[in-house]
T-cell receptor
């Protein structure tokens, strides 16, 4: 099983700060998804990245897929309390849908 | 929002008792999944279904069984619950097996005492 390592595991910041979370593997991804999960709810898809070097933006969130397609990052600019949640990366390995363990983000007002 | 409901939303039970969790969808998606979520482990696949009466094991299937008698319903059964099965259980659906998007239900919090 191709593991997905996410870092950091926990992140607590003040409103207005910037942050980056990472998703890494030793193997190449065909594609990678980022999900966000709010407390008490199921995960919701944010974005899919497919091409090496690809950058996608979703308002204050910037997603990047590594050139070698072995890693991905999520950067949040000027974080807000509403960004609080668990951020999960996921990929499809031969039909098996593998999730990373997640980064738990807390943004304090 | 995708039409996925889970029942019950919360359950407390005792070790050794059988438990059945239900997932119901109104999207007519072919694929349905059961995951468990535990701190530090992310989401781990228990079982999935690729059609009525067609199911397969995931990475943590021991102690769990599933059934799908109708497209819209996917049941997860713990034949004899253990404390290690205390977790939050999520159902998900997708239109295709290699679909990049899964839609998740709201989760069931199960506590086994």
């Amino acid at each position: 099983t191709q593991l997905l390592e996410q870092s950091p595991q926990f992140l607590s910041i003040q409103e207005g700060e910037n942050l980056t979370v990472y998703c890494n593997s030793s193997s190449v991804f065909s594609s990678l998804q980022w999900y966000r999960q709010e407390p008490g709810e199921g995960p919701v898809l944010l974005v899919t990245v497919v091409t090496g070097g690809e950058v996608k933006k979703l308002k204050r969130l910037t997603f990047q897929f590594g050139d070698a397609r072995k890693d991905s990052s999520l950067h949040i600019t000027a974080a807000q309390p509403g960004d609080t949640g668990l951020y999960l990366c996921r990929h499809n390995q031969g039909g098996k849908l593998i999730f990373g363990q997640g980064t738990e983000l807390s943004v304090k007002p | 929002d995708a039409g996925i409901t889970q029942s019950p939303r919360h359950k407390v039970t005792e070790t050794g008792t059988p438990v059945t969790l239900r997932c119901h969808q109104t999207e007519n998606h072919r694929y349905m999944y059961w995951y468990r979520q535990d701190p530090g482990h992310g989401l781990r696949l228990i079982h999935y279904s690729y059609g009525v009466k067609d199911t397969d094991k995931g990475e943590v299937s021991d102690g769990y069984s599933v059934s799908r008698s109708k497209t819209e319903d996917f049941l997860l059964t713990l034949e004899s619950a253990t404390s290690s099965q205390t977790s939050v259980y999520f159902c998900a659906i997708s239109e295709f097996r290699d679909s990049k998007e899964q839609f998740f239900g709201p989760g069931t919090r199960l506590t086994v005492l």
